[in-house]
């Protein structure tokens, strides 16, 4: 077929994954000449943009989907993922599990600490094996690699947009709005935690611990002791923030 020439603009939070000449262009569009066989989803991805971060796109004032095949003259709008997201359906729209690269452990830490449900590949699996592991269980993948989140075996992606743990956490609760449950999962592994005795975490505390403290659990998966120690009050300021966060957020 032969090529044809569309225009592109793109919603503001989209302006990042552009290159510097389509940034340049107010307000952050692109005269893109096509092959004429080409999906808009894989044109738009070839400008920078994962379709993970793509809330919708119109084609001359209508709704069209990824597959649609660009004809000449078209004007297109891409508009960023409207949030809160909600994932799958049933169950998955209310409780999305997660999985996270090797780049984000920090932030896996943090989720599992509000009892999210956030899988970690360390050492790295590679982008293959993260994208079948993605598919198999069901998982939100959350990376900051867009080639990661081009791979079509995802269940789902989200671009994490920050290097820093804290705006990374923010950014995954106020995007999934996901239901909370703090200090129920195993931060190491990501099990679940069940309460024990004093007399069953025995053996397992450092020294003076049994005496200075009285509530404990363990992993149900990995056996590790958990007890409000030296560092509750910094994790706990962590949790609290999440709640403020999350207070009033729309269900999905």
């Given at each position: 077929?032969?090529?044809?020439?569309i225009r592109i603009g793109f919603a503001p939070s989209l302006h990042l994954f552009l290159g510097p000449a389509h940034r340049a262009e107010p307000p952050a569009s692109a005269t893109v000449r096509c092959d004429g066989v080409s999906?808009?989803?894989?044109?738009?991805?070839?400008?920078?943009?994962?379709?993970?971060?793509?809330?919708?796109?119109r084609v001359d004032g209508r709704a069209a989907g990824p597959g649609h095949v660009p004809a000449d003259g078209e004007r297109v709008e891409v508009a960023a993922v409207a949030k809160p997201q909600a994932v799958g359906s049933g169950?998955?729209?209310?409780?999305?599990?997660?999985?996270?690269?090797?780049?984000?452990?920090?932030?896996?830490?943090?989720?599992?600490?509000?009892?999210?449900?956030?899988?970690?590949?360390?050492?790295?699996?590679?982008?293959?094996?993260?994208?079948?592991?993605?598919?198999?269980?069901?998982?939100?993948?959350?990376?900051?690699?867009?080639?990661?989140?081009?791979?079509?075996?995802?269940?789902?992606?989200?671009?994490?947009?920050?290097?820093?743990?804290?705006?990374?956490?923010?950014?995954?609760?106020?995007?999934?709005?996901?239901?909370?449950?703090?200090?129920?999962?195993?931060?190491?592994?990501?099990?679940?935690?069940?309460?024990?005795?004093?007399?069953?975490?025995?053996?397992?505390?450092?020294?003076?611990?049994?005496?200075?403290?009285?509530?404990?659990?363990?992993?149900?998966?990995?056996?590790?002791?958990?007890?409000?120690?030296?560092?509750?009050?910094?994790?706990?300021?962590?949790?609290?923030?999440?709640?403020?966060?999350?207070?009033?957020?729309?269900?999905?």
């Amino acid at each position: 077929m032969d090529p044809v020439e569309i225009r592109i603009g793109f919603a503001p939070s989209l302006h990042l994954f552009l290159g510097p000449a389509h940034r340049a262009e107010p307000p952050a569009s692109a005269t893109v000449r096509c092959d004429g066989v080409s999906s808009l989803g894989h044109v738009v991805e070839s400008l920078g943009v994962p379709l993970t971060e793509v809330g919708g796109l119109r084609v001359d004032g209508r709704a069209a989907g990824p597959g649609h095949v660009p004809a000449d003259g078209e004007r297109v709008e891409v508009a960023a993922v409207a949030k809160p997201q909600a994932v799958g359906s049933g169950a998955h729209a209310a409780a999305p599990r997660f999985l996270l690269d090797i780049h984000l452990g920090t932030l896996a830490r943090r989720m599992r600490l509000l009892g999210l449900d956030a899988a970690y590949e360390n050492p790295d699996i590679g982008d293959a094996a993260l994208a079948a592991l993605s598919a198999a269980e069901q998982r939100v993948m959350l990376s900051r690699d867009r080639g990661l989140l081009r791979r079509r075996e995802l269940y789902a992606g989200a671009f994490v947009y920050s290097h820093r743990p804290d705006e990374q956490l923010d950014d995954v609760l106020t995007r999934f709005a996901p239901p909370l449950a703090p200090w129920t999962r195993c931060t190491a592994c990501n099990g679940e935690l069940a309460s024990i005795t004093k007399d069953e975490a025995r053996g397992r505390l450092p020294d003076g611990t049994e005496r200075t403290y009285d509530t404990f659990a363990e992993c149900t998966a990995c056996g590790q002791a958990y007890w409000r120690g030296a560092h509750y009050e910094r994790l706990n300021a962590i949790v609290e923030h999440a709640r403020r966060l999350t207070a009033g957020q729309p269900s999905v």
